[in-house]
């Protein structure tokens, strides 16, 4: 049954062998069989089991069956070492072996790329997914047209919302009146046949549509098409819709309301104008009914008795009234007009003026008014300046200290890039507080003895931002007051 | 010098490329055609070391036998164990990974042979499963490293017993 016989001893030295591939006396059997290399550890283990050994000795790959067994001599142990040589037969069973093996290996290969298809798939699946949740998620109605046959394939949830359908097919009957494209433009009533058409103006990408939605209620929406420019036969238009009937009427409301603004600028100019010719006219004929009041009363004071005399009185007095009210509805008319009308101005000159104006209240009250530098001429709302100094020097002069002799200074200073104009009094100033006295209506003193509008300050600090200037001030209560405002030299 | 042998014992599923490393690494020869493996083979390689020569006597079975129920005894006295499996086939390294994790307390490391047929980011996809090695038993690429891995460990095993 055994081909082979081999001898060898514990050391693995060959003592006797047969074996045509092992012919060497006297060399070591793992040599040629290297599973023998360690003898000792191999002698529990079952050799006959082992089938079929594979080794190559020389070139030759052989295929061996093997038993061996061992006796001791003197403490020395010998092996006997049997050996089948199957290696033909072996040899066919590889082939078949590797031939079924190969197809077991290229099964393998086939499952493992199934293995990552499937994978891939299923991620694709998920980013399906994705997209499906985008597509119901999205707050614009998405709704998709065959290219090739306008026909509607799918909508998202929000575009039949848009449109008050439930089901797709109602979206075929939505009709439109055409909005932003030439009015002249033929378009087909029905709107998805009108978004299909390859008629339409392509730059058109954009439009605002107005339509009924399926439960007629009218609407604006703002309508895009993005071609899809797949390398399938089914291209798709992919329409994007968004309601826009909010922000459309919203701008329509806002445009109705600057037509409005512009239209109550317009009156308000016109009244003005208004204003200032009626008030301009009529101080004039106040002038006469003044005056001829006044000669009436020199002269026949004497001859009038009680009761005639008061009429009088209330004439002039009225007379009085009237001619301050039309000066300050003129006033008013000119100050508050965004009209500024610039041109060289003496202000020294322009000064002068005011304070002339003031001179029988300042002698009446005792305060004395000063200009310390001569002003300068400049380019100013002639008009509009006379105002701001009035308005201060008046204030100056109202809030003057009765118990110290008063005074109101003013004064002037070039600086690089403006003039600087400083009112000073030693009146009774005013207490640090948080009111904004620029604010209109704002009172100075809340004293009732001190009469005023509230809107001297207002005036004037409207007037010097209208000279691209500023204006401030410092007081200290029971010292005075002192106002300073800045005109640029370049307006 | 003093010399140590070791027995090694490949291990991975059938044509993952066992018999082809041995051949390569101890004789360097490489066959295309796959000639399956039907018992054990054993080969020897000697490697020297700074101090030592390390006889390595490395196991090849077909892979009958690691079903088989004397697989046991063919791994008894194995110094180490040199998982392999195949880089294009990455169902095969889950295979490994679980038996030697679950039933091996000898040293061991794992090897994805073939690397030559994989790119190269699905070898850092097979790094990120603590892969540490990548042979080709076609090229010879990194052979040399993964044994010298195994001894490495063997040797320091060796050391702390
Ligand atoms: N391309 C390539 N093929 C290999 C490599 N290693 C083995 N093979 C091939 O894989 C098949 C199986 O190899 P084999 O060594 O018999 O695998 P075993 O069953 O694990 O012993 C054979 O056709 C080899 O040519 C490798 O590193 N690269
Ligand atoms: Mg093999």
Redo the contacts with the bound molecule.
């Keep these: 049954m055994f081909d082979y016989r081999v001898k060898f001893d514990q050391s693995g030295k060959i003592i006797y062998s047969n074996a045509p591939m092992i012919p060497a006396q006297h060399d070591q059997i793992d040599r040629y069989l290297p599973l023998f290399y360690d003898i000792e550890a191999l002698e529990d283990f079952d050799l006959k089991a082992l089938r079929p050994y594979e080794c190559h000795i020389g070139n030759k790959k052989y295929f061996f069956h093997l038993d061996w067994s061992f006796h001791e001599i003197d403490n020395m142990r010998f092996y006997e070492l049997l050996i089948e040589d199957r290696t033909s037969s072996y040899n066919r069973l590889q082939k078949e072996r590797?031939k079924k093996?190969?197809l077991r290996?290229e099964q393998d290969y086939l499952i493992d790329r199934l293995n990552t298809e499937v994978e891939e798939k299923n991620e694709a699946r998920s980013d399906n997914h994705e997209l499906k949740t985008i597509l119901e998620h999205t707050r614009e109605g998405i709704i998709y047209q065959n290219q090739m046959t306008g026909e509607i394939v799918k909508a998202n949830h929000k575009a039949l919302e848009l449109f008050s359908c439930q089901k797709v097919e109602e979206l075929k009957s939505i009709q439109h009146i055409h909005f932003n494209g030439n009015p002249r433009e033929e378009y087909d009533p029905k709107l998805f046949v009108h978004l299909w058409n390859k008629e339409r103006k392509r730059e058109a990408k954009e439009e605002v549509i107005k339509l009924n939605d399926h439960a007629q209620k009218e609407k604006y929406f703002s309508v895009r098409v993005v071609e899809e420019q797949a390398l399938k036969l089914e291209s798709l238009n992919i329409i994007f819709v968004s309601d826009i009937t909010n922000e459309y009427q919203s701008k329509l409301e806002l445009k109705n309301k600057n037509k409005e603004l512009l239209q109550y600028i317009e009156s308000n100019v016109q009244l003005e104008q208004f204003a200032h010719v009626a008030s301009h006219d009529l101080r004039a004929p106040i002038i006469t009914i003044k005056s001829f009041s006044n000669l009436l009363k020199e002269k026949c004071a004497d001859r009038l008795n009680d009761n005639e005399s008061k009429y009088l009185n209330i004439i002039k007095e009225n007379a009085d009234q009237m001619f301050s009210l039309v000066s300050d509805l003129l006033d008013y008319a000119q100050i508050n007009s965004q009209k500024i009308a610039f041109k060289k101005t003496n202000l020294q000159f322009l000064l002068e003026g005011v304070i002339d104006s003031f001179r029988s209240i300042a002698n009446q009250t005792n305060v004395t008014i000063e200009i310390v530098n001569r002003l300068p001429e400049i380019v100013v709302d002639d008009v509009k300046l006379k105002r701001v100094f009035q308005n201060l020097l008046s204030n100056a002069i109202k809030f003057a200290d009765p118990t110290k002799k008063s005074f109101v200074k003013i004064d002037f200073a070039e600086l690089d890039d403006k003039y600087e104009f400083m009112i000073c009094d030693n009146g009774i100033g005013m207490k640090e507080g948080s009111v904004d006295i620029f604010q209109p209506y704002t009172k100075l003193n809340l004293q009732t003895e001190y009469e005023g509008n509230g809107m001297g300050l207002a005036i004037c600090k409207n007037i010097i931002k209208q000279h691209k200037g500023e204006i401030y001030y410092k007081s200290t209560y029971g010292e005075g007051s002192r106002f300073v405002f800045s005109i640029p030299k370049e307006l | 010098m003093r010399e140590i042998r070791k027995k090694v014992v490949?291990f991975?599923?059938?044509?993952?490329?066992?018999?082809?490393?041995?051949?390569?690494y101890v004789s360097n020869e490489?066959?295309?055609?796959?000639?399956?493996?039907l018992g054990l083979s054993i080969e020897k390689k000697v490697i020297e070391l700074a101090n030592v020569s390390v006889i390595l006597m490395i196991w090849?079975l077909?892979?009958e036998i690691f079903e088989s129920t004397q697989f046991q005894g063919y791994i008894k006295g194995a110094h180490g164990i040199v998982g392999?499996f195949?880089s294009?086939r990455p169902y095969t390294h889950d295979l490994l990974s679980k038996f030697l994790d679950d039933s091996i307390d000898c040293p061991h490391i794992i090897v994805g042979?073939?690397?030559?047929?994989i790119t190269s980011e699905a070898k850092n996809e097979l790094k990120k499963k603590n892969v540490e090695y990548f042979?080709?038993?076609?090229?010879g690429?990194g052979l040399d490293e993964a044994f010298r891995g195994i001894i490495d460990k063997m040797i320091s095993e060796e050391v702390y017993v």
């Design positions: 590797s093996n190969t290996l | 490949l991975g599923n059938v044509g993952v490329g066992k018999s082809s490393i041995s051949r390569k490489f066959s295309e055609t796959y000639m399956s493996s090849d077909a892979g392999i195949d294009s042979n073939k690397v030559d047929l042979t080709s038993a076609k090229t690429e």
